[in-house]
């Protein structure tokens, strides 16, 4: 046994995931433990009397009423440092180097592969001198982790005092000290390898508003629902309404430093199209490979349950650490329904009384202890960082009134709601823009404006009123006829399918397409307002709707997304002449 490790008591009945131990005398609560002969790795999570419940996050066949438990003294926590970045782990964060060269399964039972690999060595540069006043927190040193991420060894959150000793600038394993920090509780050695444990918050400072927005290069997202830096969203769908599509459109292609996708209980072939396809993809901001800066992890409806359960656990203490570094990083859990069946799936194996839909009565408690964790922050060493959630929910048959939609919506403030009708329609992104909302939108405005311009703001808002418009004219056009409608109000709904197909469409599988920059979704939404307040001078100069929908220019605005390159704003002002020009001549023949 190792140091700390001790007997607490025996196996008494095994259910699944869910093991009873009896005869436990000095057991703690979430305690890390060690179960059967097969030295499983379970976590404590009821104790009385002398029994303790214990979750399994490894197949439990074989073991035994009898055999031992074992406690390790610790919680259940990840290792932290460089070797992360471009590692898939489990939910438990065991790395699965073996899932990416096989595409299949997974690791022995009992293994406890170390998550950060000890043989390697990384070239370590120390920050502060012998001497210098070390806050919890503070950057030690620095290590080149990837291409594109540098590694900030911190100091942890309970050191503070002088440092009394560093590490010369070369070469260190993780378990090698590289700093010695004189406290007052003593002198305290500091490796680059560091322990956190998954289901507690690290600490930072003060919290700061959420001003500045993650840009994702998917336009409905940017533009009419954005995602603040240390925001939280979800994106409730049905089956096949895109969800998965959208998390890895914004997990390649969203401005974060870093990335952590938990592919939560979906099919293993989702998580393969990722470990395939983002090492060849290459950042259109650095050039680098996307892997560069991602962090997998992979819970596949192949694995054990509970490790699902753990799996968002472990990608928020793995996004609070590079947080804490200073980086924003953006986590994509998909999906959380998945995660929440597996709650209840172990619920119900410990016999607790269920509530809504079979669903423990803390299902609320647990996504809200998830989202939580997002936020952009102080860091306790003085700089910024924000951990940004991105959570798929896929409600049962598409309803959103079913538990785990409702609940998330209670703790999220941006929806981006997938629309059935929509993805039949091969209308991608499917994102309702209607039924979808952002709470970060009146935040972010300030950060457009500068950005790309004062007219922004109302352009988005002309924009935002011509759709709500929209459905009422829909509605009035059921009645009687979109005919029966005066010609500015036909107008109205030829701009906003216009709008539709030229702005809120957008082809993830197209190279141009698929990512347009906060300048390029500007320029295409000025077009589209373009032709809507000259068109509607035009009607009121007599022009007809049928004339104005026949203005070839129009097709160009369409086919901007795909055919105007990144920063070409030539090409933007030669389409904005030239419906310009035929917009007048249509006047002209009313006699001005
Ligand atoms: P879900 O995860 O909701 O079950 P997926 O994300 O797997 O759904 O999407 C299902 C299919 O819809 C995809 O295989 C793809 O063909 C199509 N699709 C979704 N979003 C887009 C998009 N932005 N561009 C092109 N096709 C899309
Ligand atoms: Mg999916």
């Given at each position: 046994m190792a140091t700390g490790e001790r007997a607490i008591g025996r196996v008494r009945r095994v259910n699944g995931p869910v093991v009873e131990a009896a005869g436990v005398a000095d057991a703690r609560m979430l305690e890390l433990v060690r179960v059967g002969e097969a030295a499983l790795v379970g976590e404590v999570i009821k104790l009385s009397g002398d029994r303790a419940v214990i979750q399994v996050y490894?197949?439990?066949?074989?073991?035994?009423?009898?055999?031992?438990?074992?406690?390790?003294?610790?919680?259940?926590?990840?290792?932290?440092?460089?070797?992360?970045?471009?590692?898939?782990?489990?939910?438990?964060?065991?790395?699965?180097?073996?899932?990416?060269?096989?595409?299949?399964?997974?690791?022995?039972?009992?293994?406890?592969?170390?998550?950060?690999?000890?043989?390697?060595?990384?070239?370590?540069?120390?920050?502060?001198?012998?001497?210098?006043?070390?806050?919890?927190?503070?950057?030690?040193?620095?290590?080149?982790?990837?291409?594109?991420?540098?590694?900030?060894?911190?100091?942890?959150?309970?050191?503070?005092?002088?440092?009394?000793?560093?590490?010369?600038?070369?070469?260190?394993?993780?378990?090698?000290?590289v700093a010695v920090v004189e406290t007052s509780a003593g002198e305290r050695r500091i490796s680059m390898l560091q322990r956190w444990p998954i289901r507690t918050p690290r600490p930072a400072g003060r919290r700061l508003p959420a001003s500045v927005p993650l840009v994702t290069g998917q336009r409905v997202v940017d533009t009419l629902f954005p995602l603040a830096r240390g925001g939280t969203v979800a994106i409730p769908g049905g089956f096949g309404t895109g969800?998965?599509?959208?998390?890895?459109?914004?997990?390649?292609?969203?401005?974060?430093?870093?990335?952590?996708?938990?592919?939560?209980?979906?099919?293993?072939?989702?998580?393969?199209?990722?470990?395939?396809?983002?090492?060849?993809l290459v950042d259109p901001r650095t050039g680098r490979s996307l892997m560069e800066r991602t962090i997998l992890i992979a819970n596949t409806s192949n694995m054990p349950v509970s490790a699902r359960e753990a799996s968002v656990y472990t990608g928020a203490a793995l996004a609070e650490y590079y947080r804490d570094m200073g980086y924003h990083v953006a986590v994509m859990a998909d999906s959380t329904s998945r995660w929440a069946e597996a709650l209840r799936e172990l619920s119900g194996r410990m016999e607790e009384m269920p509530a809504e839909e079979g669903f423990p009565a803390y299902l609320a408690t647990r996504i809200a202890s998830f989202y939580e964790r997002a936020g952009s922050m102080e860091t306790l060493g003085g700089s910024e960082g924000s951990v940004s959630i991105i959570g798929a929910v896929s409600p049962p048959g598409g309803d959103f009134s079913e538990p785990v939609t409702q609940h998330t919506r209670r703790f999220v403030r941006a929806f981006w709601a997938l629309d059935r009708q929509l993805a039949n329609a091969r209308h991608y992104p499917s994102i309702s823009w209607l039924d979808s909302y952002s709470e970060y939108a009146d935040e972010v405005r300030p950060w457009w404006e500068e950005r790309v311009g004062p007219g922004w703001t109302a352009d988005r808002a002309e924009m935002v009123g011509l759709l709500r418009k929209e459905v009422r004219l829909l509605q009035v056009a059921k009645l009687v006829g979109s005919d029966a409608l005066p010609d500015s109000q036909r107008f109205v709904i030829e701009v906003c399918s216009l709008f539709k197909d030229a702005f809120l469409r957008q082809d993830a599988f197209d190279?141009?397409?698929?990512?347009?920059?906060?300048?390029?979704?500007?320029?295409?939404?000025?077009?589209?307002?373009?032709?809507?307040?000259?068109?509607?001078?035009?009607?009121?100069?007599?022009?007809?709707?049928?004339?104005?929908?026949?203005?070839?220019?129009?097709?160009?605005?369409?086919?901007?997304?795909?055919?105007?390159?990144?920063?070409?704003?030539?090409?933007?002002?030669?389409?904005?002449?030239?419906?310009?020009?035929?917009i007048d001549d249509l006047e002209g023949d009313y006699g001005r």
């Amino acid at each position: 046994m190792a140091t700390g490790e001790r007997a607490i008591g025996r196996v008494r009945r095994v259910n699944g995931p869910v093991v009873e131990a009896a005869g436990v005398a000095d057991a703690r609560m979430l305690e890390l433990v060690r179960v059967g002969e097969a030295a499983l790795v379970g976590e404590v999570i009821k104790l009385s009397g002398d029994r303790a419940v214990i979750q399994v996050y490894e197949d439990t066949t074989g073991v035994r009423p009898g055999e031992p438990v074992v406690g390790t003294g610790m919680p259940l926590s990840v290792e932290l440092g460089p070797g992360l970045v471009g590692t898939i782990y489990d939910g438990i964060q065991r790395p699965l180097e073996a899932l990416r060269a096989s595409g299949g399964d997974f690791i022995g039972r009992g293994m406890s592969a170390p998550a950060l690999d000890r043989g390697r060595r990384w070239h370590f540069t120390p920050s502060l001198a012998v001497g210098a006043d070390v806050v919890p927190g503070a950057v030690l040193g620095t290590v080149p982790e990837t291409a594109r991420v540098e590694h900030r060894v911190l100091a942890p959150p309970d050191v503070s005092g002088r440092l009394s000793w560093a590490a010369r600038e070369g070469e260190y394993g993780v378990e090698d000290v590289v700093a010695v920090v004189e406290t007052s509780a003593g002198e305290r050695r500091i490796s680059m390898l560091q322990r956190w444990p998954i289901r507690t918050p690290r600490p930072a400072g003060r919290r700061l508003p959420a001003s500045v927005p993650l840009v994702t290069g998917q336009r409905v997202v940017d533009t009419l629902f954005p995602l603040a830096r240390g925001g939280t969203v979800a994106i409730p769908g049905g089956f096949g309404t895109g969800k998965t599509m959208t998390q890895h459109a914004v997990a390649k292609w969203c401005d974060a430093d870093l990335i952590v996708y938990v592919g939560c209980g979906e099919r293993g072939n989702e998580m393969t199209d990722v470990l395939t396809e983002f090492p060849k993809l290459v950042d259109p901001r650095t050039g680098r490979s996307l892997m560069e800066r991602t962090i997998l992890i992979a819970n596949t409806s192949n694995m054990p349950v509970s490790a699902r359960e753990a799996s968002v656990y472990t990608g928020a203490a793995l996004a609070e650490y590079y947080r804490d570094m200073g980086y924003h990083v953006a986590v994509m859990a998909d999906s959380t329904s998945r995660w929440a069946e597996a709650l209840r799936e172990l619920s119900g194996r410990m016999e607790e009384m269920p509530a809504e839909e079979g669903f423990p009565a803390y299902l609320a408690t647990r996504i809200a202890s998830f989202y939580e964790r997002a936020g952009s922050m102080e860091t306790l060493g003085g700089s910024e960082g924000s951990v940004s959630i991105i959570g798929a929910v896929s409600p049962p048959g598409g309803d959103f009134s079913e538990p785990v939609t409702q609940h998330t919506r209670r703790f999220v403030r941006a929806f981006w709601a997938l629309d059935r009708q929509l993805a039949n329609a091969r209308h991608y992104p499917s994102i309702s823009w209607l039924d979808s909302y952002s709470e970060y939108a009146d935040e972010v405005r300030p950060w457009w404006e500068e950005r790309v311009g004062p007219g922004w703001t109302a352009d988005r808002a002309e924009m935002v009123g011509l759709l709500r418009k929209e459905v009422r004219l829909l509605q009035v056009a059921k009645l009687v006829g979109s005919d029966a409608l005066p010609d500015s109000q036909r107008f109205v709904i030829e701009v906003c399918s216009l709008f539709k197909d030229a702005f809120l469409r957008q082809d993830a599988f197209d190279e141009v397409d698929r990512y347009t920059s906060p300048e390029k979704q500007a320029r295409m939404l000025a077009l589209v307002l373009l032709y809507w307040r000259r068109g509607s001078l035009a009607i009121k100069k007599g022009a007809t709707f049928v004339e104005l929908r026949r203005v070839k220019a129009v097709r160009d605005i369409v086919s901007a997304r795909y055919a105007i390159a990144e920063g070409d704003d030539k090409a933007f002002d030669r389409v904005a002449a030239r419906l310009e020009r035929a917009i007048d001549d249509l006047e002209g023949d009313y006699g001005r």
